[in-house]
């Protein structure tokens, strides 16, 4: 019964993540090269946080119309040197929860992604809008 699909069933395995001490660059190079638009931040082996898509490009807007010297070569800066590209406060779900909790949590937040995490943080997917409407087609298409 659709209704009470668990998240590990549809959620997208083998996620792209960076380190909390790579660079931007890097992680802009997953979203371009990959076609994913969000990147989970890993430390230690923990999620930490979440780049996506749209907070580089709204970073790289800012850059063009409030340049600062400062950073150099903005994109070959690590991570941790641009708090305003990394979300840290996110919301997670874990591989047990349901599909309708994920939903829920996604129209309650405006988010349109929800890292999956075991108890300790560890990441062990992703549950996109994506994922979410193609579940939605195959039941409705059966």
Not at 46 to 73: A, H, N
Not at 120 to 131: E, F, N, Q, R
Request: aromatic residues 8%; hydrophobic residues 40%.
């Amino acid at each position: 019964m659709p209704r009470k699909t668990k998240i590990e069933e549809i959620m997208t395995k083998g996620v792209f993540s960076v380190d909390i001490e790579a660079t931007i660059h890097s992680a802009d190079e997953i979203i371009k090269n990959e076609g994913v638009r969000h990147v989970p931040v890993i430390e230690s082996g923990k999620l930490v946080g979440l780049i996506t898509e749209r907070t580089l490009m709204e970073y790289s807007l800012k850059q063009l119309y409030d340049y600062d010297d400062e950073f150099g070569e903005i994109g070959h800066n690590k991570i941790t040197d641009f708090s305003e590209v990394l979300q840290r406060d996110i919301t997670v779900i874990y591989p047990e929860d349901s599909v309708i909790k994920a939903v829920e949590i996604m129209a309650k937040k405006k988010v349109d992604c929800l890292p999956v995490v075991d108890w300790k943080k560890h990441l062990v997917g992703i549950l996109t809008s994506t994922d979410i409407m193609l579940f939605v087609y195959k039941h409705l298409s059966e």
